[in-house]
């Protein structure tokens, strides 16, 4: 049976990682798609075309034929169609976005710059290396005090705020920073690696297109 959604990414790619882990959370099977970034893929006009930022990841649902690009928008659209970890009211909609914003403003931008100086994938004067890793280690200070006494970000279960700052925090050693220095944050993963359908990044993002189990 085709699968409903194909994703296009790429294997190092935080936010693909953030739609993949979504869809496997959901039990949505994918077909995958390589954009080879390394090749400009990403800003060639067949990606162009459907991709408007020249970024990955994009999706595509096949069931109304949708392209979607922006990690967040799309974890809200898949929460929006499956009815899934979009929180259990409006309160609860409402906080998720807040903190969809505002990890990738205070969190995922700063530490996956980190991370990409501290890989070699982009170079930069140590003074700019610095900002990022201690703009990092700020915004994991917030959400190491939120997570206090609480099992998810919002309400009492998982929703896609969760998984949306998983997919950054996940990448924290990779960014030299050792999440052992932030207990709640480090307990927090370990309960969405605990989930039914979490895999691993290298689990779900090959350096090739798959087709869907
Ligand atoms: N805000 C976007 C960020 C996506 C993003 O930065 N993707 C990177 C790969 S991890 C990319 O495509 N970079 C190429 C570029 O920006 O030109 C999202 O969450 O989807």
């Not at 979504?22 to 800003?43: C, I, P, Q």
Request: proline share 5%.
């Amino acid at each position: 049976m085709t699968a409903r959604f194909e994703l296009h990414g790429f294997a190092y790619s935080g936010p693909t990682y953030k739609v993949a882990l979504t869809l496997s959370l959901m039990s949505e099977s994918f077909d995958y798609v390589h954009v080879n970034m390394m090749a400009g893929e990403h800003k060639q006009p067949p990606h162009l075309s459907r991709q408007r930022y020249g970024q990955v990841p994009l999706l595509l649902d096949r069931n109304n034929g949708r392209y979607l690009c922006q990690s967040a928008a799309i974890l809200e659209y898949l929460a929006d169609m499956t009815g899934k970890f979009g929180g259990a009211s409006l309160d609860e909609r409402l906080q998720v976005r807040e903190w969809l914003y505002w990890d990738f403003d205070r969190l995922a931008a700063p530490l996956y710059k980190a991370r990409v100086i501290k890989l070699g994938f982009r170079k930069a004067p140590p003074e700019v290396a610095d900002d990022c890793f201690q703009a990092a280690k700020a915004g994991l200070g917030v959400l190491e005090t939120h997570l206090a006494g609480r099992q998810w970000l919002v309400g009492e279960g998982m929703t896609i705020a969760d998984i949306d700052v998983y997919g950054v925090v996940a990448f924290a050693g990779e960014a030299g920073i050792d999440l052992a220095d932030y207990p709640q944050i480090l307990a927090f993963t370990q309960r969405v690696e605990a989930l039914p359908g979490f895999k691993a990044r290298a689990d779900l993002l090959p350096m090739e297109s798959r087709a869907a189990a």
